[in-house]
């Protein structure tokens, strides 16, 4: 009597099967590569399948009585189980994980161990080894015949290429035309930050569409960050503009509950300036300067885990959490370079290939739901799109590693954020134009001025005849008569052009480009030519705010730091270049200051403190510096024709305004009250405002569209 042999036990899941006892993971008979403690907690998991295993279940039968990094040898040994099963954290096909509980196997298992496997028997006449032969040459046989029209067709499709995404269609979800960035989702709302009165504010609206509605925070300005793996908690941090521009401005993290609860703050990490929490909920990553740090969900147990060049920004996790993705840039509004880096901190490098890279850069990524594909922004020629990398290969067919176009336009296109489910992706497009205009003083309200170009910054000739100014979006320095006529431009790409000023005898002006990638400098343009030259050699530190003196001899203008990110007040102040010599000399006393501005009869310059909350004012002929006004947040000063007021704009009650103050005296008045317009913002990442010489405020009014979008993808 033959006796069966007992197998080992086996289970099957999908393609896969495990042998518990040999300890070995197949597919389709192939032996995988997963050993050790990974294999340990798959067998685990089976074993109490559709089961919550909880984390401190896992620590008990693995390492019961040694001390090692719990959280770090669990989330290695969940990802390499998740990357042999080519399973994602997004959207789980077998290991879920349950943030902040523990992982299930929810796959359909088979148990098929146990039972030896009943070899059949055939009659023939043959003798057993010639039966055999034929047996096996007769089925290789058939096998040909079946496979070969499979293999060609397989053969043909596997080197054809696979095709690019595209966008299937567009929808709009959002119509109230107020500026837009940092989208998330958490399935059926989509959230973001939007502009109100210069207040960042955290928004919502419905994923397919609606009412936008602002989510309470307890801090003026919110940047949202994530949303979290549960989808009932976002991420974000509280900043403020009114600690000028040599003050860091991002405070601490905070978690706000959705739909409704109080805010919470997260650890020890003031000055963050972007951060994510991991597929599985239990880490948290979050950059400060050029330094990343990893930490437990809450911001506790924070540890730094490597040093980037530049500063660090759009932190993301990988679905499978084994590595980070992050923009950099050097100082400022540099170009930005998306990089990578191991969850380790090690295996630092570019993200992608060289050839690509372009000024401004490109930023803000994030992965798809089933993590085949990684969405990002790229800028190029004053618009943005986004762009996609294909991340996964599989063994037999190689997809291409370079950058696939998902938007060519008619809008600039932003912000990706891939839905949880299908191949839907929320942005945020916008059609960029402004329309200039000034307060009428008869009817205290804004009409449009030069027939309401899309400009700015404009700046008149002391004869009145003539304007100087920047389009926009496009930043080109154009000059023409009061009228529209003789309209010349004076500058071309790559040159950005910001703060023209006329000089006093109409024939040049001094303008500051602002090409992201290199530091701030002045040019002196011809106003009958257009023929340009720089004011200064090379160097490293920036310069803003030109402006002539009443003879027209010499430029003044403003000395910053690189990047204006510092964060030392006395590393701004103003200089006076000699135009006849070259000479620069500082003036004493204006350290911490910047946006200088003479008065046009000559006897005095007035400039703000680097925090904005002083409107100072130099004594030219006493060379004394005095206060003559405080305020919250000033921008832009213009001085009237007749040197009696300096118009700016600060932050009221009620909203930004444009007040004027008195030179003699220091009263202060308000002029106009700027709540509810939409403005575009320039290179200063501030609203421009400026004066026409009978003394009416002009500003730039938005007229362009920036909405949330949803695009139904078709993604090979």
């Given at each position: 009597m033959n006796e069966a042999v007992r197998a080992p036990r086996l289970v099957r899941f999908g393609t896969f099967e495990v042998d518990l006892r040999a300890g070995e993971l197949r597919k389709y008979g192939m032996k995988l590569k997963l050993t050790g403690q990974p294999f340990q907690v798959l067998a685990i998991l089976l074993e109490r399948c559709g089961e919550v295993v909880t984390r401190e279940e896992l620590q008990k039968q693995l390492w019961p009585d040694t001390f090692v990094d719990v959280e770090h040898n669990l989330n290695t040994a969940i990802s390499k189980i998740r990357e042999a099963l080519g399973d994602s954290t997004e959207s789980p096909r077998f290991v879920e994980t349950l943030p902040r509980r523990g992982y299930r196997f929810i796959g359909l298992v088979e148990d098929v161990g146990g039972a030896p496997r009943a070899e059949s028997t055939l009659v023939s006449h043959f003798p057993p080894n010639v039966r055999t032969g034929i047996r096996r040459g007769y089925l290789a046989a058939v096998m040909v015949i079946v496979a070969a029209p499979i293999l060609v067709a397989a053969y043909i499709w596997l080197r054809a290429p696979l095709a690019p995404p595209s966008v299937l269609s567009t929808a709009q979800l959002t119509s109230d035309n107020r500026p837009k960035d940092s989208v998330a989702t958490d399935g059926p709302r989509v959230y973001f930050v939007e502009t109100v009165n210069e207040r960042a504010v955290l928004s919502q609206v419905s994923a397919s569409g609606g009412e936008v509605t602002a989510i309470p925070t307890p801090f003026v300005n919110a940047w949202l960050h994530d949303v979290s793996p549960v989808r009932s908690e976002l991420l974000v941090d509280s900043f403020n503009w009114e600690g000028g521009v040599a003050t860091k401005n991002q405070g601490p993290l905070w978690i706000v509950p959705t739909p409704a609860g109080p805010a919470r703050r997260v650890g020890d990490t003031f000055g963050a300036r972007s951060a994510a929490w991991s597929p599985d909920g239990e880490q948290l990553v979050y950059t400060r300067g050029g330094e990343i740090y990893l930490a437990k969900w809450d911001g506790s147990e924070s540890h730094k885990l490597a040093t980037v060049p530049g500063q660090a920004s759009f932190v993301r996790f990988s679905p499978n959490g084994t590595h980070l993705r992050f923009a950099t840039r050097t100082e400022g509004f540099f170009p930005f370079t998306l990089r990578e880096i191991g969850i380790e901190g090690t295996g630092l490098r570019p993200l992608l290939p060289a050839g690509f890279h372009q000024a401004p850069g490109e930023c803000c990524g994030r992965w798809s739901a089933d993590g085949r594909y990684y969405f990002f922004t790229a800028y190029r020629n004053g618009r943005s799109d986004i762009w996609a990398l294909r991340e996964k290969s599989s063994v037999l067919r190689k997809s291409s590693t370079e950058p696939l176009p998902i938007t060519t336009g008619p809008l600039s296109y932003h912000s990706p954020a891939p839905a949880l489910n299908g191949n839907r992706l929320f942005v945020i497009g916008e059609r960029q134009r402004a329309e200039?205009?000034?307060?009428?003083?008869?009817?205290?309200?804004?009409?449009?001025?030069?027939?309401?170009?899309?400009?700015?910054?404009?700046?008149?000739?002391?004869?009145?005849?003539?304007?100087?100014?920047?389009?926009?979006?496009?930043?080109?320095?154009?000059?023409?008569?009061?009228?529209?006529?003789?309209?010349?431009?004076?500058?071309?790409?790559?040159?950005?052009?910001?703060?023209?000023?006329?000089?006093?005898?109409?024939?040049?002006?001094?303008?500051?480009?602002?090409?992201?990638?290199?530091?701030?400098?002045?040019?002196?343009?011809?106003?009958?030519?257009?023929?340009?030259?720089?004011?200064?050699?090379?160097?490293?530190?920036?310069?803003?705010?030109?402006?002539?003196?009443?003879?027209?001899?010499?430029?003044?203008?403003?000395?910053?730091?690189?990047?204006?990110s510092s964060g030392r007040a006395d590393d701004f102040s103003v200089a006076e270049c000699d135009l006849h010599t070259g000479k620069i000399s500082k003036f004493a006393g204006s350290e911490g200051m910047f946006a200088p501005r003479w008065s046009p009869d000559g006897r005095h310059i007035s400039t703000f403190s680097a925090d904005k909350q002083k409107l100072m004012l130099l004594d030219v002929g006493a060379r004394k510096w005095a206060v003559l006004a405080t305020g919250k947040s000033m921008q832009y000063p213009n001085w009237t024709r007749d040197s009696n007021y300096i118009y700016f704009q600060d932050s009221g009650n009620d909203g930004p305004e444009i007040v004027r103050v008195g030179v003699s005296g220091g009263k202060r008045e308000r002029v106009a009250a700027l709540t509810d317009i939409p403005r575009v913002l320039m290179n200063s990442q501030q609203p421009w405002n400026g004066i026409t010489p009978d003394n009416s405020p002009l500003i730039m009014r938005d007229v362009g569209s920036r909405e949330v979008y949803s695009l139904e993808l078709q993604l090979p």
């Open positions: 200039l205009q000034r307060l009428d003083l008869s009817s205290g309200q804004f009409v449009p001025f030069l027939n309401g170009i899309s400009a700015g910054e404009i700046d008149f000739s002391r004869d009145g005849q003539w304007v100087a100014y920047i389009s926009y979006p496009d930043n080109l320095l154009w000059r023409s008569r009061i009228d529209g006529s003789d309209k010349l431009q004076l500058t071309y790409p790559p040159m950005a052009a910001a703060m023209p000023r006329w000089s006093p005898d109409g024939k040049r002006i001094a303008f500051v480009d602002v090409v992201p990638g290199r530091p701030q400098k002045i040019f002196l343009a011809v106003a009958e030519s257009g023929i340009v030259e720089k004011l200064l050699p090379d160097e490293q530190s920036w310069e803003d705010d030109p402006g002539w003196s009443p003879d027209g001899k010499s430029l003044l203008y403003a000395h910053y730091p690189p990047g204006v």
